[in-house]
């Protein structure tokens, strides 16, 4: 049996996650406790529940402990079958968080995969927008062999949530390395603008206004989709991303998100800066992207290499827990000013 000590490292909701997975996949029993000690409400939130009872439903697991606040759980898990599942956060929790969970698992299914999540956060604080999922976590992730399709239905924001997406994913069995070690040169900037019944103040159009004042300062310029969405009459929000190509593969992402009293240009504004701070640096794949990486490379066959500015409390973490659950091995070294991270055959 698999036992973790949820208030190592970060103490995060980011071990719950990542552990669930891997043991998901491996089909190894699971014992985890002081799960989110570290936090300022410990134990499982309602989008870890669901995340937790979703991973259950997709690999066909035992659990003990599944309870809102719950500290300590166990988890059995079975084969993976795939097909179709319905998770329902039932609060703004996020969305794209659980999606982070449960993505690995339909990977090893055995059959496609089709993820229905309800009443969640799509654009909620503390985690990646729905469409950095989307324009930068997805594409990389096809790059390894995951082929996905996600369906955004409903824009969910904070306070309640709402928000409804449909994922699916086709099992590839064996996930391919990715080698991410030169920047090279820009070849474009993308982005989408959201707001969900802001049009009449122009919300989507003024925060893209603001990200490519900004961009074009610094010589660079973006083609940045609007959009007003109308699909959620019960929550108001918005949201802006932003991507980075270049000629040698680099993939690098930027977000941000409305919030009350937070004015549409500090939204672009913030998304912008967080672009350029990825692209200045010269990385291959933004901070959370790093740390989101890692189960899959741990999980690939052969080496895989990429280059991040900031070596955060999750990239520690989700490194310390695949060499802990997987046995595999990685190599962090400083290049100029960058982190090298390896995955050594």
Not at 206 to 234: H, T
């Amino acid at each position: 049996m698999i036992s973790i000590d949820g208030s190592k490292k970060s103490g995060s909701g980011t071990i719950l996650r990542l552990s669930i997975a891997l043991a998901s996949i491996i089909k190894e029993p699971l014992h985890i406790y002081n799960v989110r000690r570290k936090r300022p409400q410990p134990g499982l939130r309602p989008q870890h529940l669901e995340a937790v009872l979703t991973a259950a439903k997709l690999c066909n697991a035992e659990v003990e402990g599944a309870t809102l606040g719950s500290e300590e759980l166990w988890f059995k898990p079975g084969d993976i079958t795939g097909g179709d599942i319905n998770a329902e956060i039932g609060t703004a929790g996020s969305i794209p968080m659980l999606i982070m969970t449960i993505l690995p698992i339909c990977a090893f299914a055995e059959r496609q995969v089709r993820l229905r999540i309800r009443r969640g956060g799509t654009d909620v604080s503390n985690a990646p927008t729905i469409n950095y999922v989307q324009y930068v976590m997805l594409r990389l992730l096809e790059r390894m062999n995951i082929k996905t399709r996600l369906m955004i239905h409903k824009y969910g924001y904070y306070p309640k949530g709402m928000g409804e997406v449909t994922l699916e994913v086709w099992p590839c069995q064996k996930l391919s390395s990715i080698r991410l070690d030169e920047f090279g040169s820009i070849k474009r900037i993308g982005g989408i603008s959201v707001c969900t019944f802001l049009e009449d103040r122009r919300v989507a159009d003024r925060q893209a206004k603001a990200a490519n004042d900004y961009l074009r300062e610094r010589g660079f310029e973006a083609n940045i989709r609007i959009v007003n969405d109308r699909s959620n009459p019960l929550q108001k929000g918005s949201s802006l991303v932003l991507w980075a190509e270049t000629d040698k593969g680099a993939l690098l992402g930027g977000d941000a998100i409305g919030e009350l009293k937070k004015p549409s240009e500090s939204v672009g504004r913030e998304a912008a800066e967080n672009l350029v701070k990825e692209v200045n640096a010269k990385a291959t794949v933004d901070v959370h992207m790093a740390d989101i990486l890692v189960p899959y490379v741990a999980l690939a066959y052969d080496e895989s290499v990429y280059l991040t500015r900031s070596m955060t409390d999750h990239l520690d973490t989700n490194i310390w827990l695949a060499e802990e659950i997987l046995g595999v091995k990685f190599h962090i070294s400083k290049v100029n000013h960058l982190y090298k991270i390896e995955k050594r055959a």
